[in-house]
């Protein structure tokens, strides 16, 4: 158990020298724009999704409808 805690305590930074800060920052907010993408991607394929089950419905009444049309 004593490989898996962390040797600082628990509420304390890592330190890094100041040329990893930026490196680290830049791969985090690199880390957060992929996720933002990713969700964003899932929102546009449920939307066309969407759009498609609404056009095949509104297809199927545009033929349907004149059948039971007296």
């Known amino acids: 158990m ?4 962390h040797t600082r305590g628990p509420f304390e930074r890592a330190r890094y020298p100041l040329d990893n800060r930026t490196d680290v920052r830049a791969g985090s907010a690199a880390a957060h724009l992929a996720t ?3 969700f964003c991607l899932g929102v546009l394929t449920i939307l066309v ?5 609404a056009a ?3 297809l199927k009444i545009a033929v ?3 059948r039971f049309h007296y």
């Open 56 to 58: 095949i419905m509104a």
């Open 36 to 38: 933002i993408k990713r």
């Open 64 to 66: 349907y409808l004149p």
């Open 49 to 53: 999704a969407g759009t498609a089950a």
């Open 2 to 5: 004593a490989m898996l805690t």
